[in-house]
T-cell receptor, first 110, second 115 residues
Framework: LAKTTQPISMDSYEGQEVNITCSHN???????ITWYQQFPSQGPRFIIQ???TKVTNEVASLFIPADRKSSTLSLPRVSLSDTAVYYC???????????FGTGTRLTVIP | NAGVTQTPKFQVLKTGQSMTLQCAQD?????MYWYRQDPGMGLRLIYY???????DKGEVPNGYNVSRLNKREFSLRLESAAPSQTSVYFC??????????????FGPGTRLLVL
């Protein structure tokens, strides 16, 4: 199972774009990259998932370079409600969810 | 459709007491998971069940047992609680173990305090 490395914490001002990068040097050919968001006192919830290039949904974008050894979660124009911990997971199928790591704690400042 | 439900929401135990944390999902998912999250830490997998009838150890299984009662329910038992088991426990489910693009659904968590 591919392990991931993320920054421990990040701060951003309201309205700015935030990019959180995740390193996954040992990603396997069939692995997908999934990002979860966790608010205090709640379980994590799915944000976005991708395999290569770029994926965009109503919440975020996920950029994956050709070598797939890293990925970047992009949150456009963050608000205070985006303050949370963001987890990057890499893997295939159910095994994708075995190692959450410590995530990146994003704090949005007014 | 309630998703993933957990009971109780909060529990206080004395060292040595036993208890069972209950988890149920109504989404017809095949795989279920139990995690613990200590303050300021990420989630660590305790046990998982890839499908009904199977269970496997995760990263931190010591002191816990699980039962996949049926497809809907996956319980976590602490036989003799210790203060080190004070944590927030999350249950999660996944549609299919073998799918390539699957994501987990999490319950609201159970806060456990062991004195």
């Amino acid at each position: 199972l591919a392990k991931t490395t993320q920054p421990i914490s990040m701060d951003s001002y309201e309205g700015q774009e935030v990019n959180i990068t995740c390193s996954h040097n040992n990603i396997a050919t069939n692995d997908y990259i999934t990002w979860y968001q966790q608010f205090p006192s709640q379980g994590p919830r799915f944000i976005i998932q991708g395999y290569k290039t770029k994926v965009t949904n109503e919440v975020a974008s996920l950029f994956i370079p050709a070598d797939r050894k890293s990925s970047t979660l992009s949150l456009p124009r963050v608000s205070l409600s985006d303050t949370a911990v963001y987890y990057c997971l890499v893997g295939k199928t159910g095994a994708n969810n075995l190692f959450f790591g410590t995530g990146t704690r994003l704090t949005v400042i007014p | 459709n309630a998703g993933v439900t957990q009971t109780p929401k909060f529990q206080v135990l004395k060292t040595g007491q036993s208890m069972t944390l209950q988890c149920a999902q109504d989404m017809n998912h095949n795989s279920m998971y139990w995690y613990r999250q200590d303050p300021g830490m990420g989630l660590r997998l305790i046990y998982y069940s890839a499908s009904e009838g199977t269970t496997d150890k995760g990263e931190v299984p010591n002191g816990y047992n699980v039962s996949r009662l049926n497809k809907r329910e996956f319980s976590l038992r602490l036989e003799s609680a210790a203060p080190s088991q004070t944590s927030v426990y999350f249950c999660a489910s996944l549609p299919r173990w073998w799918g390539e693009q699957e994501t987990q659904y999490f319950g609201p968590g159970t806060r456990l305090l062991v004195l």
